[in-house]
């Protein structure tokens, strides 16, 4: 802080001249600028260190052979783990479970989370206690909500399977598949109502009642006006409810622990870390797990075009 | 707006009905089970046959639960106090200062935001176990602080942009340093911008599994979430169903007063940004 106090003194004048644009560096904007890196800096170094550095380092072990239960067998293998994991049908397994997971949950979030947005956007009383009750299932810890589903369904104790002439979904890939993805529903309908009533409530009132007066139903004028002006909300919501889906653990991790083939790849991960300790392989499903998290990003963000969250700071 | 005719209102209050009963049945669920003695947990029917209050008392003299609640609560404070205090430091430079890779920071922000937790546990256990943090409250404050970063930068920086930006070039005008202008006019403006990102960071590492089970042995340091998973019933072939759900009751409590409380600012915290973006 001593070093650039002096500096920071003669800001006034000079500062607002390069704000608005001047190419060459003033003394003030030199000064601004050695307080922005100063600023973002303590940021900087903790995401560095807790997220780039560890990913890097992941790629180092995911082409090592490590096993924490042979360390001495350490040895450079190239791309050997990759190879074992992508033939191995545990993997592809994962990778299909977490995809079903993810689509189904997240598609039928869409759907449940604008009727929520319309629910809350079109009720005049309560809205206060809807909209507080719906925030519930968004900020109970997700292991708790786990347990909840999970004696829910366990035979001859929980409701839902007394309700469902005593079954046990849990015991059977489908079915504990389908209860995954209903606990996941449950659980992330709030939040995208959420982000799908902000987009809503920015719709002007006057459109809706100029394609009233000429005759539109409520159902083209969902698909003509509110649809489109909605665009870039969905995308966004869609966008951060794939990536969070896709990276599915805790509620499966209680419910299955990924037993009778539901386990999703940050299960299959996790278990290669502490049941095998095999660093290699378990930092191999990593960075493939990463490259998937990539994929799904560039393909949104294609489909966003210049709308990417955060686009417009940027530009600032 | 259309006429409200009866019917229609009758059938809005109904949907308003089905939100609050979906929202409630699971939570309803595990108060009646924490509430159920072991003979009443056998029996399928939401309201107990038979009452106790023996599953809370039960964790709540255990250190078992008590001290990973303790944990909780601190590693989540402290995590959120610096999380948010880094986070108002590099969302006010990138909303208000001059300087080149703004566009770098905010990716990287996204990026981490967006990162597959698992990829990360596998590299950082074994470098927490080479620097000695594996199983200490640093262990998980530190990934913490990382994951709560992105989301309190993004949230304050929109927030940030809202700030009549005028007061600080008037309290600059009167000599003050742009540090001084930070700290005297637009950290009190930014306040409620602060509890916002405060209470979403919070509820993040509240919530948080993944990392609390990798990152932790015993509970010295194992959180409350995570610490469920090691109670053990009455008998190794019980499954301790009521104390789970007691538990599971108690560290709901916070987020429902959260939530009573902050309700407008949290809905705010989640939806900036993310529309206008």
Redesign the interface.
Same mark, same amino acid.
């Given at each position: 802080m001593s070093t650039t106090t002096p500096a920071v003194t003669t800001t006034p004048t000079p500062a607002h001249a390069a704000k608005k644009g001047k190419p060459e560096l003033s003394e003030g904007a030199r000064a601004e600028r050695r307080l922005g890196f100063m600023l973002i800096a303590p940021a900087v170094i903790v995401m560095l260190a807790v997220a780039a550095y560890p990913i890097v380092y992941a790629v180092y072990l995911s082409l090592q052979r490590y096993n924490l239960a042979a360390p001495q067998n350490k040895a450079f293998i190239g791309f050997a783990n990759y190879a074992a994991v992508l033939s191995s049908q545990y993997w592809w397994q994962a990778l299909w479970v977490t995809l079903i997971i993810t689509v189904f949950s997240v598609a039928i979030t869409l759907v449940l989370g604008m009727l929520l947005a319309m629910v809350l956007h079109r009720t005049l009383f309560g809205r206060g206690t809807v909209r507080t009750t719906s925030l519930i299932p968004y900020g109970i810890v997700t292991v708790a909500a786990a347990y909840s589903w999970q004696y829910a369904w366990t035979p001859s104790q929980g409701y839902l399977s007394a309700a469902f002439n005593n079954s046990a979904p849990l015991t059977n890939q489908v079915q504990a598949i389908i209860v995954i993805i209903i606990a996941e529903i449950w659980k992330t309908t709030p939040f995208m109502g959420l982000l799908l009533l902000a987009g809503l409530s920015l719709i002007p009132e006057d459109l809706q009642n100029a394609a009233r007066v000429d005759g539109a139903t409520g159902w083209q004028r969902f698909v003509k006006i509110t649809l489109p002006l909605m665009k870039p909300a969905i995308l966004v919501a869609l966008l951060f409810r794939t990536l969070d889906s896709f990276r599915i653990f805790d509620t499966i991790f209680i419910l299955t622990a990924g037993n009778n083939g539901t386990g999703s790849v940050s299960i299959l991960g996790y278990d290669n870390l502490f049941n095998a300790l095999n660093l290699g392989i378990g930092s191999t499903i990593s960075i493939l797990i990463f490259i998937c998290v990539a994929i799904i990003a560039v393909i949104y963000i294609l489909g966003f075009g210049t709308a990417a969250p955060g686009s417009d700071i940027g530009k600032r | 707006?259309?006429v409200?005719t009866p019917q229609r209102r009758i059938g809005?209050?109904s949907?308003?009905f089905v939100?609050?009963a979906?929202?409630?049945i699971?939570?309803l669920?595990?108060v009646s089970?924490s509430l159920k003695t072991p003979t009443a947990?056998?029996?399928?029917?939401?309201i107990p046959s038979q009452w106790t209050w023996g599953n809370y008392s039960g964790i709540l003299t255990s250190s078992q639960f008590l001290r990973p609640l303790l944990n909780s609560i601190g590693i989540g404070l402290i995590s959120t106090i610096i999380a948010v205090g880094?986070?108002s430091?590099?969302a006010?430079?990138?909303?208000r +200062?001059?300087?080149?890779g703004?566009?770098v920071?905010?990716?990287?922000?996204?990026?981490?935001a967006?990162? /597959?937790? &698992? @990829?990360?546990?596998?590299? +950082?256990?074994?470098?927490e176990r080479a620097l000695g943090l594996f199983n200490t409250w640093p262990g998980l404050i530190? /990934?913490y &602080? @990382?994951?709560g970063?992105?989301l309190g930068?993004?949230i304050l920086?929109?927030f940030f942009?809202e700030i009549p930006w005028e007061l600080e070039k008037a309290a600059?005008?009167d000599g003050a340093?742009?540090?001084q202008a930070f700290i005297r006019v637009i950290a009190p403006l930014a306040a409620p911008g602060m509890v916002t990102t405060a209470i979403l960071v919070f509820?993040a590492c509240?919530?948080d599994?993944?990392l609390a089970i990798?990152f932790t042995s015993t509970i010295a340091s194992r959180t409350?979430?995570a610490a469920?998973e090691y109670f053990s019933g009455g008998s190794v072939f019980t499954v301790p169903?009521g104390p789970?759900?007691a538990a599971?009751?108690v560290?709901?409590i916070p987020?429902?007063i959260?939530?009573?409380f902050f309700?407008r600012r949290?809905?705010a915290g989640?939806?900036s940004?993310?529309?206008?973006?």
């Open positions: - | 707006m259309a409200i809005w209050l949907a308003n939100v609050i979906l929202a409630l699971p939570v669920w595990l089970l947990i056998l029996d399928p029917s939401f880094l986070a430091m590099a006010y430079a990138i909303a +200062l001059q300087f080149p703004k566009g920071l905010i990716g990287m922000a996204l990026l981490i967006m990162f /597959p937790l &698992i @990829a990360l546990v596998t590299p +950082l256990f074994t470098i530190i /990934p &602080i @990382a994951f970063l992105p930068i993004y920086s929109a942009r600059k005008v340093t742009p540090f509820l509240w919530n599994f993944i990798s409350a979430p469920m169903t789970i759900s599971a009751v560290i709901t987020i429902i959260f939530v009573l309700q949290i809905v989640l939806t940004g993310a529309v206008k973006g």
